[in-house]
């Protein structure tokens, strides 16, 4: 069972918008509705941002949504602000007989 | 307010043997699955092993089976990691964490572990 793919990094500019994708198989992101997401600063432990695809829980910036089409997942940061660079990870439930949560290989995302 | 703070992460040499511990608060520990999950410096997160509200089921990583132990003493809101036969590779963070039916809603900061001669 590999990591879930995501890209390296995506950047944006104050006040725009961006997207990361967290893709998988059948055996996870597409065959059950429970991906989440997670927010990592240096030195900080993961903080919960999405679960269950899209929801948010409470504190957390309405900024921040989730999708998901087949066996790619999406995080959407609107309104993009300087707090929010940071690295994200995708993480999803699995039917691997090896394992039972993946983790995404995790995204640096830059304000620029 | 909840909180996880873990303790036990040393420097040890590869082979050798660590218990990992994570006092919980600030929530009913025994109702819930608790995790842990490690990162390697400057790597993603990998998730470890999973124990059972109750203790009766415990799961693991193919990376950790047979080596690593997961256990807990729900009298004293304690979640443990016997980690055995320890590798240069099991050199990472570990977190404990609580999770919220297929989701990690808390996490602690995470104790390190360097496995190195």
């Known amino acids: 069972q590999s990591a879930l793919t995501q890209p390296a990094s995506v950047s944006g500019s104050p006040g725009q918008s961006i997207t990361i994708s967290c893709t998988g198989t059948s055996s996870d992101v597409g065959g059950y509705n429970y991906v989440s997401w997670y927010q990592q600063h240096p030195g900080k432990a993961p903080k919960l941002m999405i679960y269950?695809?899209?929801n948010r829980p409470s504190g957390v910036s309405n900024r921040f949504s989730g999708s998901k089409s087949g066996n790619t997942a999406s995080l959407t940061i609107s309104g993009l602000q300087a707090e929010d660079e940071a690295d994200y990870y995708c993480?999803?439930?699995?039917?691997?007989?090896?394992?039972?949560?993946?983790f995404g290989t995790g995204t640096k995302v830059t304000v620029l | 307010e909840v909180q996880l703070v873990e303790s036990g992460g040393v420097v040890v040499q590869p082979g050798g043997s660590l218990r990992l511990s994570c006092a919980a608060s600030?929530?009913?520990?025994?109702?819930?699955?608790m995790h842990w999950v490690r990162q390697a410096p400057g790597k993603g997160l990998e998730w470890v092993s999973l124990i059972s509200w109750d203790g009766g089921s415990t799961y693991y990583a193919d990376s950790v089976k047979g080596r690593f132990t997961i256990s807990r003493d729900n009298s004293k809101n304690s979640l443990y990691l016997q980690m055995n036969s320890l590798r240069t590779e099991d050199t990472a963070l570990y977190y404990c964490?609580?999770?919220?039916?297929?989701?990690?809603?808390?996490w602690g900061q995470g104790t390190l572990v360097t496995v190195s001669s």
């Open positions: 600030g929530f009913t520990f025994d109702d819930y699955t």
């Open positions: 993480s999803s439930y699995t039917s691997s007989s090896t394992l039972f949560y993946v």
């Open positions: 964490a609580k999770e919220n039916i297929y989701y990690f809603d808390y």
């Open positions: 269950d695809v899209s």
